[in-house]
């Protein structure tokens, strides 16, 4: 049988009997070492504790499950302070007349005493009793302020991460309308001058279109499908340069042992075609390092362009302030974005933490026993 953890017995609401008990076992515990230290006979310290059960019962459910939904988490602090104080009182007197009439005559086999006006007052109002009902009833509120608190924060926490898987699906969804506009026109192009090389093209572009499509659904891939996908990617922009083009590509590390967000890598590589390469007369070039060191991700990406440039400000693509936005909310605190033009270079550096194979596995493992 799987251990309960105290998180379950307080938040789930199959262990809601079973809190309860806990609760008031709590209680008769405290309060029966409290009583024997005066009473010196742990049994009778025992049998007054339990006695008095039933009626902190009333007066701590009434104001955990009365005052504190109607008034306190409503904030109309001022009428929760008015009726527990009300509530306070009538239960001191509910105290004193359980004692009187119940306590005293039946548990202990008295005869209760005959009071006046002055000894009722101090009877009513005494101290211990004040601080026995009002000690329980303010931890049991505090237990349900703070399962309020719990379900609040879940529930933003909830919110939020809904809020990030829409963003990331609409940046996701910008990827893809740009990138088939931009291989499709390289086609075309080939098509239409009836290059033998429109074939394989276009096996490329049905590979890429299948990785996009179909396994960038998932949360994670494999590093190594990313680093394939580059090199297809790049290599369609190859057939239409042709020898105008030089390209350097290096991967390096241990690929297939990380995983990382889908087309992660993707914007980098179509911006440097679109807004680089592409408006460059002449020789053009490309350069991308990619390794991989325990958990950090290193991709350097350097390409020619003509003049400087503002991958901000551009219209079409997806430009670097949507891929810094995209990181934010994929790898919060975890990537060092750098980018910037030197001379006619345009240069872009990007270090991330990931995890490795056997630290997902063990995250997902995780997971699902929850």
Same mark, same amino acid.
């Given at each position: 049988?799987?251990?309960?953890?105290?998180?379950?017995i307080i938040?789930?609401?199959?262990?809601?009997?079973?809190?309860?008990?806990f609760?008031?076992?709590?209680?008769?515990?405290?309060?029966?070492?409290i009583?024997?230290s005066?009473?010196?006979n742990?049994?009778?310290?025992?049998?007054?504790?339990? @006695?008095?059960?039933?009626? *902190?019962?009333?007066y701590?459910? &009434?104001?955990?499950?009365? !005052?504190v =939904? $109607?008034? %306190?988490i409503?904030?109309?602090?001022?009428?929760?302070f008015?009726?527990?104080c009300?509530?306070?009182?009538?239960?001191?007197?509910l105290?004193?007349?359980?004692?009187?009439f119940?306590?005293?005559?039946?548990?202990k086999?008295?005869?209760?005493?005959?009071?006046?006006?002055?000894?009722?007052?101090?009877?009513?109002?005494?101290?211990?009793?004040?601080?026995?009902?009002?000690?329980?009833?303010?931890?049991?509120i505090?237990?349900?302020?703070f399962?309020?608190w719990?379900?609040?924060?879940r529930?933003?926490s909830? @919110?939020?991460?809904?809020? *990030?898987?829409?963003?990331?699906? &609409?940046?996701?969804?910008? !990827?893809? =309308? $740009?990138f %088939?506009?931009?291989?499709?026109?390289?086609l075309?192009s080939?098509?239409?001058e009836?290059?033998?090389?429109?074939?394989?093209?276009l096996?490329?572009?049905?590979?890429l279109?299948?990785?996009?499509?179909?396994?960038?659904?998932?949360?994670?891939?494999?590093?190594?499908?990313?680093v394939?996908?580059?090199?297809?990617?790049?290599?369609?922009e190859?057939?239409?340069?042709?020898e105008?083009?030089?390209?350097s590509?290096?991967?390096?590390?241990?690929?297939?042992a990380?995983?990382?967000?889908?087309?992660?890598?993707?914007?980098?590589?179509?911006?440097a075609?679109?807004h680089?390469?592409?408006?460059?007369?002449?020789?053009?070039?490309?350069?991308i390092d990619?390794?991989?060191k325990?958990?950090?991700?290193?991709?350097?990406?350097?390409?020619?362009c003509?003049?400087?440039?503002?991958?901000?400000?551009?219209?079409?693509?997806?430009?670097?302030?949507?891929v810094?936005?995209?990181?934010?909310?994929?790898?919060?605190?975890?990537?060092?974005?750098?980018?910037?033009?030197?001379?006619?270079?345009?240069?872009?550096?990007?270090?991330?933490?990931l995890?490795?194979?056997?630290?997902r596995?063990?995250?997902?493992?995780?997971?699902?026993?929850?």
């Amino acid at each position: 049988m799987p251990a309960i953890a105290l998180k379950d017995i307080i938040f789930e609401k199959r262990y809601y009997a079973l809190r309860h008990l806990f609760f008031w076992m709590i209680y008769l515990i405290v309060f029966t070492i409290i009583s024997y230290s005066s009473q010196s006979n742990l049994l009778e310290a025992f049998n007054t504790s339990l @006695i008095n059960l039933p009626l *902190l019962f009333l007066y701590t459910y &009434v104001a955990v499950y009365w !005052l504190v =939904p $109607h008034f %306190l988490i409503t904030e109309k602090y001022g009428k929760f302070f008015l009726y527990y104080c009300c509530w306070c009182l009538f239960g001191l007197l509910l105290n004193f007349l359980f004692r009187y009439f119940i306590l005293i005559p039946w548990h202990k086999g008295k005869t209760a005493p005959s009071l006046d006006i002055n000894s009722v007052y101090r009877q009513i109002f005494a101290i211990f009793s004040f601080v026995v009902m009002n000690t329980v009833a303010m931890f049991a509120i505090f237990i349900k302020m703070f399962k309020y608190w719990h379900i609040e924060q879940r529930q933003k926490s909830e @919110i939020i991460k809904r809020k *990030l898987t829409a963003e990331l699906e &609409v940046l996701k969804s910008q !990827l893809h =309308p $740009h990138f %088939l506009f931009n291989t499709l026109n390289n086609l075309y192009s080939l098509v239409h001058e009836k290059s033998d090389k429109a074939s394989s093209m276009l096996l490329r572009l049905s590979g890429l279109l299948s990785y996009v499509l179909y396994e960038c659904k998932a949360d994670e891939v494999p590093l190594g499908k990313e680093v394939d996908f580059i090199k297809d990617y790049v290599a369609l922009e190859q057939e239409r340069y042709g020898e105008r083009l030089e390209v350097s590509l290096n991967f390096a590390g241990d690929i297939n042992a990380c995983f990382v967000k889908p087309l992660l890598f993707q914007p980098f590589v179509e911006n440097a075609f679109k807004h680089g390469t592409s408006e460059k007369l002449g020789k053009v070039w490309l350069s991308i390092d990619l390794s991989v060191k325990e958990n950090q991700l290193s991709f350097k990406m350097v390409n020619s362009c003509e003049g400087n440039i503002n991958l901000k400000n551009r219209e079409g693509g997806i430009g670097i302030k949507n891929v810094q936005k995209r990181l934010e909310l994929l790898y919060p605190s975890r990537f060092k974005l750098e980018y910037g033009n030197e001379d006619d270079l345009y240069i872009v550096s990007l270090l991330l933490q990931l995890n490795r194979v056997q630290e997902r596995n063990l995250k997902i493992e995780l997971q699902n026993k929850n």
